[in-house]
């Protein structure tokens, strides 16, 4: 539908009827400044979902199969959210790809330094904006 943003609550129906979810891709319209809540929403989902491993081997949480996240929107709020999703070891080969539209990525220094660490350790996360690679940058400023 043309002109139809969801709403977050039919984001969280979404989820829950495709819980073994592998792939997501969440692309907003350039003009839509509505992304980042939505973008914000998964990743605080994501980073908050409880991962106990049931008797059954079973990881139960928020799409705990996921594989694959690209976030494309305008911008994003939820940046302290990424170093909390890798905590969870099911976690750890999550593919995440965030592009925004915004000039300047502004993230605490403390969470711009875990963002660094996390792809030292060989967590596959990009982050770019329409001023190039967001942890390239870091790594230039920090001489790193």
Known sequence: MA????????????FQAVPRLQHLEVISPAYDSSSAPVMDYILERLASAQCPILQTDVIAGFLSDLQRLKLHGRELNAWACIPLIYRWPHRKL???DIATRVGTITVDREVSSELVQLV???IKLQISSPHGDYIQK???STGT
């Open 3 to 14: 002109g139809y943003a969801p709403a977050l609550e039919d984001f969280g129906r979404l």
């Open 94 to 96: 999550l593919d995440l």
């Open 120 to 122: 030292d350790q060989g």
């Open 138 to 140: 870091l790594r230039e």
